[in-house]
Antibody, heavy 121, light 105 residues
């Protein structure tokens, strides 16, 4: 079955760090750009980060630039999100998602179920 | 920044009825709009991209239309599994709409 499964979420204090993982099954991550998308409680969806197939290009939403780092290990079919200097507004369910390109921008054509990150003050 | 406004916020319908969901953009997004379905505790699912293209495995009761600033997702005859929240999205790093919940009447 083609799927993405996230892990690594939990409760962390403000200023702390957390590393999220996403394992793909049923397909090879090597062939695809990947994203992280988050959803704060009761709120809408927000794109967080992208990473190119070989990891050589990365991009981030302004609010996490310099604090979050997206990476991947294609041999392990895995995607990661290292989150440092966490803030209350980072509290959300974090989804990994596979990118479907449309021109110069993208959609998300496969999502995981997400992992909840809660940042306490 | 492009803002996507979805209406109504909640749609109460019975199985077998037709559902019509609206997404309005604050400026033209051309022919670049997607619709996603989200059920509680489940992974979101891409239904429609580039306004009217159904994603892989999506049944043909789901259809998308529109251009420029006004877009519609139509579910021709609601199945029990279609009761969920639906989001529209321009592309890429642009914001998503706030969602329309389709609930059982």
């Amino acid at each position: 079955e083609v799927q993405l499964v996230e892990s690594g979420g939990g409760l962390v204090q403000s200023g702390g760090s957390l590393r999220l993982s996403c394992i793909a099954s049923g397909f090879s991550l090597t062939n695809y750009w990947m994203s992280w998308v988050r959803q704060a409680p009761g709120k809408g969806l927000e794109w967080v980060a992208n990473i190119k197939r070989d990891g050589t290009e990365r991009s981030y939403v302004d609010s996490v630039e310099g604090r979050f780092t997206v990476s991947r290990d294609n041999a392990m079919n895995s995607l990661y999100l290292q989150m440092n200097s966490l803030r209350g507004e980072d509290t959300a369910v974090y989804y990994c998602a596979k990118i479907l390109w449309s021109g110069a921008l993208w959609y998300f054509d496969l999502w995981g179920r997400g992992t909840l990150v809660t940042v306490s003050s | 920044e492009i803002v996507l406004t979805q209406s109504p916020a909640t749609l109460s319908l019975s199985p077998g009825e037709r559902a019509t969901l609206s997404c309005r953009a604050s400026q033209s997004v051309g022919s670049y709009l997607a619709w996603y379905q989200q059920k509680p505790g489940q992974a979101p699912r891409l239904l429609i991209y580039d306004v009217s293209n159904r994603a892989t495995g999506i049944p043909d009761r789901f259809s998308g239309s529109g251009s420029g600033t006004d877009f519609t997702l139509t579910i021709s005859s609601l199945e029990p599994e279609d009761f969920a929240v639906y989001y529209c999205h321009h592309r890429g790093n642009w914001p998503f709409g706030q969602g329309t919940k389709v609930e059982i009447k």
